[in-house]
C-alpha cells in the first residue's frame, strides 16, 4: 500500500477516485484540441452529534441541545431558524398544522357516522320490504287456503248425504291416533325415567343447551331443509298432507296478476254511472276528471281510435260524448251561453203588476227643435222649482205634471251619424214624439226615425213645431207623412198630431195631454217588487266619478248596493243620482237616473240587471268578454282558401288611415266610429281603431303614435300629461264639437290619398309622308299634319293598317332645322319617338295629351 501511495504521490500528484470517499477531490476534464483541466470535487456532510457520541452531557431536567442550536436558544426557535421563519410564523404553522390534522380526522369520523347511518337505514328499508312481501305472500295464501277449505267443505257438504250420516264418521276421525301425539308421550315417558334416575343420586348425561342466539344444528338444517322443499310438491307432501307447504314465487305472483286483472274488470262492472256535463269545449285533462277517470285511460283510448292527443288537447263535442259513451257514463251537452239563462226573468203575473209612467222618446231631424221642445215641456215640471232642483242634462229625466202624472223623456240626436243611437231609442220606449219643423218638412232623419218607430211598434205622436214662423206648412207636413204610412186623426187614421211652439209655449199643454191619453191605452204596468231590470241609455267616464252609465229602469226597483251586470261590465251600486243632482236611495219602473260603480263604461243600448252575487256577475261578464274577443279575432282572421287569399291580395293595395276617436259620451263615440268608417271606396278608407268615452290620456297619445293615428277628440279636451306627451311623440290632437267638421275633415284627406284620374285628350293627326335614316338622330318621319295640332313631348300612337303598333311619347319635333313647340294642320313637319324606330311609308301618327284629375269620394 505504501508503494503504490508513493508512485501515486510522485507521478501525477493526483489522488485516485474512490467511491464514499468524503473529503474533496479533484477531477480531469478533457477538452477538444488537447485541452484539458483540473476540476476539484468536494462532498460536504451534514455532522450530527448525539449524546452517545462522545459529547458533552446535558444537564439534567434538560433537553439534549440540537447540532446548530445556538447558546441561550430554544429548541423551537433553533428550529424556526433553520427553516427560515420567525418563531411566530413557526408556531402558526404548527397550530394550523394540528387544526387540519383535527378537521381531517373530525370529516372522517362524520364520514363513518354517515355511512354507518346509510347502512343501517337501507338494512332498514330492506327488512321492511321483506316483511311487506312476506306479509302479501301470506295474505294470499290465506286467502288460497281460505278458498280451498270452502270449496273442500262444500265438497264433503255435498258427498256426506251420499256416504251416510256424518255423526257416525266423526268418532272414527276422533279416534284416529296421531303420530304427533304418539312422539309427545313417548319423550314425556324418557323425561319420566330420567328425573327418576336423577332422585335416586344418579348422573344423567344430556345434550347441551344451546347458546344464545344459537340454533341446534339438527334444527337449523331441519329448517332449512324446511324452507328449500317448503314449496316443492312430492309425494311425501301429497301422503303427509299439504298443511305446512308455503308456495312458491312464482305462484305468489301468478295470483297477484289474476287478483289485479279481476280487480280491473270487476272495477268496470262496480263503475259508478255518472252524468257528465259536456260544455262546448273541453279538454282532455277535464273530461276525465268530469268522469272520474285517469286522464292516461282517455289518452290510450284516443291512442288506440288513432287520435294522438295530449291531455291539454281541446276535444270537439261528437269525440268527448263518443269517449263518455264507452266510459260507461251519460253525456250531457250544454253550451256555454246557458249562463245567459236567467239573466232577464221571465214576466211577472198580472197581479203583482202596477200602473208605471210612459217612457217617451223625441225624435226628429236635425235643428227641428227636438232640444228646445224639450226644455220647453221640462219648464211645466212642478218639481223643477224645489230646493235643489238644478237641472242636469243627462240625455233622459222625468218630468212630473201638474194633473200628478209623470213622463219620463229621452233625448236622442238628429243627426245622420246617430242612427244606432235613435233606434236604441225607439226599443227602450213605449210612445215616439216626432217632432218636423212646420216650414222645413220631412227629412231624411224624420223618414229614418219613422221606420225605427214602426220597426219597435211604438205608436207615434207628431208635433208640428215652429208654428210661430213665418211660412209654416203644418198641413204639408201632415200630406208629406202619408207617404210613409204616418196617417194623422184628421185624415182617417190613428196618430195624433199637436201643432206646438217650443219658443212662445203653446201647445205643450195638449201635447202632454196626448202622451197621458196615449199612455191610458196602452195601460203600461210593471211590478217593482222585484230585482231591477232595465236598458242603458249612455255611458261616459267622467273624471273624479268614474264610469258612469245613465239607466232607465223597466220593471223592478234599483236599490243602491245591489250587483249589477250591463253588458260586458258589471259593479255594485255606489251611488244614484238624478236629473237635479239629488241622490236617490231606489230607482222604480220607468225611472232614469245615472249610476256610478260600474268597473267600465257599458255600450249604449245594453240590458242590465241586478243579479244574486258577485261570482253570477263575474261568470257572465267573462263570458261576454269571451264571446267579443272570440267574434273579434274571427273577423281579423284570415281564411285559407284560393277565393279569400284573392280577396286579401286585392285589399292589401287598400291604403288606411287609421284614428283615435275619444268624445264625451260612448254614444257619441260610436256614432263617430260608424261614420268615419263609411267614408271611403275600394281604394281608401278611415279605420278607427280606439274609440272610448272620456278625455285624452297617455295611453291614448301611445296608441296614436305606435299606429301612426291622429286624436280626433269630441267635446272633450286632452290633459296637461296628454298634450306634453303628445307635443314630444309628435302626435296631433285635434278638438271638435261638430260631428259633421270631423267627416269634412277626414273625406278631404282621404281624398288626397286617392291616386288622380287620369284623362285622355284628342289634339290631331299626321301622316309619315317620308322616313329619313339620320346618323346621329336614327330615323326621323317626314310627316304632314292632317287633323288639329301636334304638339312637342305629347303621347303619341303609331297605328299601321288601323292597328296600334306602338304608344309612346314624341321626342322631336322640328320644322325644316328648327325645333318647334307645336305644328297645325296643314303642315309638315319632322317626327322623332323616344326608343322606337320601326317607321314606315304611310302609317299615321295619333298624337293625344293626358290630363290628371284629383277624385272625389
Known amino acids: 500500500m505504501s508503494d503504490s501511495d508513493d508512485r501515486n504521490q510522485g507521478g501525477s500528484g493526483r489522488r485516485p477516485l474512490s467511491l464514499n470517499r468524503g473529503g474533496s477531490g479533484t477531477v480531469q476534464q478533457s477538452f477538444a484540441r488537447g485541452r484539458s483541466k483540473s476540476v476539484v470535487v468536494e ?29 441561550g436558544e430554544s429548541a423551537q426557535a433553533a428550529r424556526a431558524r433553520e427553516l427560515g421563519l420567525s418563531e411566530e410564523e413557526l408556531v402558526a404553522r404548527q397550530r394550523a398544522v394540528q387544526r387540519a390534522r383535527a378537521e381531517a380526522a373530525q370529516k372522517a369520523e362524520q364520514r363513518e357516522v354517515a355511512e354507518a347511518e346509510r347502512s343501517q337505514r337501507a338494512q332498514e328499508e330492506k327488512l321492511a320490504l321483506e316483511n311487506k312481501h312476506r306479509r302479501e305472500a301470506e295474505e294470499v295464501a290465506e286467502a288460497e287456503r281460505r ?18 250420516d256424518p255423526d257416525d264418521v266423526a268418532p272414527a276421525r276422533k279416534e284416529a291416533p296421531k303420530p304427533k301425539d304418539k312422539d309427545r308421550s313417548k319423550d314425556r315417558r324418557d323425561n319420566d325415567a330420567d328425573s327418576m334416575l336423577e332422585a335416586m343420586g344418579g348422573r344423567v348425561k344430556k345434550k ?18 324446511q324452507g328449500r322443499r317448503s314449496g316443492k310438491l312430492t309425494i311425501q307432501n301429497i301422503l303427509d298432507g299439504d298443511e305446512d307447504r308455503q308456495r312458491s314465487l312464482a305462484s305468489v305472483r301468478r295470483a297477484r296478476e289474476r287478483e289485479k286483472q279481476r280487480r280491473q274488470e270487476g272495477g268496470d262492472r262496480d263503475k259508478i254511472q255518472r252524468e257528465v256535463v259536456l260544455p262546448e269545449a273541453i279538454t282532455v285533462q277535464e273530461l276525465a276528471v268530469r268522469m272520474a277517470e285517469r286522464a292516461a285511460d282517455v289518452v290510450k283510448y284516443l291512442m288506440k281510435q288513432g287520435q294522438m292527443v295530449r291531455v291539454n288537447d281541446v276535444l270537439d263535442l261528437d269525440t268527448a260524448e263518443l269517449i263518455i259513451e264507452d266510459f260507461g257514463h251519460i253525456a250531457k251537452r250544454v ?16 197581479d203583482s203588476k202596477k200602473p208605471r209612467p210612459p217612457v217617451v ?89 219613422i221606420k225605427h218607430a214602426q220597426a219597435a211598434g211604438a205608436p207615434i205622436i207628431v208635433a208640428v213645431n215652429k208654428m210661430d214662423r213665418e211660412g209654416a206648412n203644418p198641413q204639408k207636413v201632415l200630406t208629406d207623412l202619408l207617404q210613409h204610412e204616418v196617417i194623422v186623426e184628421s185624415m182617417g187614421g190613428e196618430t195624433q198630431a199637436i ?39 249612455e255611458s261616459q267616464v267622467e273624471q273624479g266619478r268614474g264610469s258612469v252609465a245613465t239607466v232607465l229602469v223597466k220593471r223592478g226597483t234599483l236599490k243602491r248596493g245591489d250587483i249589477v251586470v250591463a253588458g260586458a261590465q258589471w259593479g255594485r251600486v255606489r251611488a244614484m243620482i238624478d236629473e237635479r243632482n239629488q241622490q236617490l236611495k231606489a230607482l222604480g219602473p220607468s225611472q232614469p237616473a245615472e249610476i256610478l260603480g260600474l268597473d267600465g263604461a257599458p255600450e249604449p243600448g245594453e240590458m242590465f240587471a241586478v243579479v244574486d252575487g258577485e261570482a253570477r256577475a263575474r261568470e257572465l261578464v267573462e263570458y261576454r268578454q269571451r264571446q267579443k274577443r272570440n267574434s273579434s279575432v274571427a273577423a281579423g282572421a284570415s281564411g285559407a282558401s284560393l277565393e279569400q287569399m284573392l280577396a286579401r291580395l286585392k285589399s292589401s293595395d287598400i291604403q288606411e288611415m287609421p284614428l283615435v276617436v275619444k268624445a264625451d259620451v260612448q254614444g257619441s263615440a260610436e256614432a263617430i266610429a260608424q261614420s268615419l268608417e263609411k267614408i271611403g271606396n275600394d281604394e281608401v278608407k278611415a279605420r278607427v281603431i280606439h274609440g272610448a268615452a272620456g278625455g285624452v290620456n297617455e295611453s291614448d297619445i301611445l296608441l296614436a303614435k305606435s299606429s301612426g293615428a291622429p286624436v280626433f277628440a269630441f267635446n272633450v279636451r286632452a290633459n296637461k300629461q296628454a298634450r306634453e306627451m303628445a307635443e314630444a311623440e309628435g302626435v296631433e290632437i285635434r278638438y271638435y264639437s261638430v260631428i259633421y267638421n270631423i267627416l269634412d275633415d277626414v273625406k278631404g284627406t282621404l281624398e288626397g290619398m286617392l291616386a288622380p284620374e287620369k284623362r285622355e285628350t284628342f289634339i290631331g293627326y299626321a301622316e309619315i309622308l317620308e322616313v329619313f335614316n339620320i346618323s346621329k338622330a336614327g330615323k326621323v318621319a317626314g310627316c304632314r299634319v292632317t287633323e ?8 303619341v300612337r303609331l297605328l299601321r293598317d288601323d292597328t296600334v ?33 320601326d317607321l314606315q311609308k304611310g302609317d299615321l301618327i295619333e298624337c293625344f295629351e293626358v290630363e290628371e284629375v284629383e277624385r272625389k269620394l
Open 208 to 225: 347441551g343447551a344451546p347458546g344464545p342466539g344459537r340454533t341446534p344444528p339438527e334444527k337449523s338444517r331441519a329448517k332449512a331443509d
Open 147 to 164: 278458498k280451498a277449505e270452502a270449496e273442500a267443505e262444500a265438497a264433503a257438504a255435498a258427498a256426506a248425504p251420499a256416504k251416510g
Open 499 to 537: 201643432e206646438v211652439s217650443a219658443l212662445k209655449k203653446t201647445g205643450l199643454q195638449e201635447l202632454t195631454d196626448a202622451i197621458t191619453m196615449q199612455a191610458e191605452l196602452l195601460e203600461l204596468t210593471a211590478n217593482p217588487d222585484r230585482e231591477a231590470d232595465g236598458v242603458v241609455v
Open 361 to 449: 222618446a223625441v225624435m226628429g231631424h236635425v235643428d227641428h227643435g227636438k232640444t228646445s221642445l224639450l226644455d220647453a215641456l221640462r219648464e211645466t215640471d212642478v218639481a223643477a222649482g224645489e230646493a235643489g232642483g238644478i237641472t242636469q242634462h243627462i240625455g233622459a229625466y222625468q218630468v212630473k205634471l201638474k194633473s200628478g202624472d209623470k213622463i219620463t223623456f229621452l233625448d236622442t240626436p238628429g243627426h245622420a251619424a246617430f242612427s244606432a243611437m235613435r233606434s236604441r231609442g225607439a226599443q227602450a220606449t213605449d210612445i215616439v214624439i216626432l217632432v218636423v219643423a212646420a216650414d222645413d218638412g220631412v227629412m231624411p232623419q224624420t223618414i229614418e226615425a
Open 788 to 795: 288639329g295640332v301636334v304638339k312637342r313631348g305629347s303621347g
Open 805 to 837: 303598333i306602338h304608344e309612346g311619347m314624341l321626342k322631336t319635333l322640328k320644322r325644316f332645322k328648327d325645333e318647334v313647340p307645336e305644328v297645325k294642320s296643314g303642315t309638315e313637319c319632322g317626327m322623332a319617338f323616344e326608343n322606337y324606330e
Open 335 to 350: 253550451s256555454e251561453s246557458d249562463v245567459e239563462e236567467g239573466f232577464i226573468a221571465d214576466d211577472d203575473s198580472d
Open 43 to 71: 462532498k460536504k456532510r451534514k455532522r450530527i452529534v448525539t449524546p452517545q457520541s462522545g459529547g458533552a452531557p446535558t444537564p439534567a431536567g434538560k433537553p439534549p441541545a440540537k447540532p446548530n442550536q445556538r447558546k
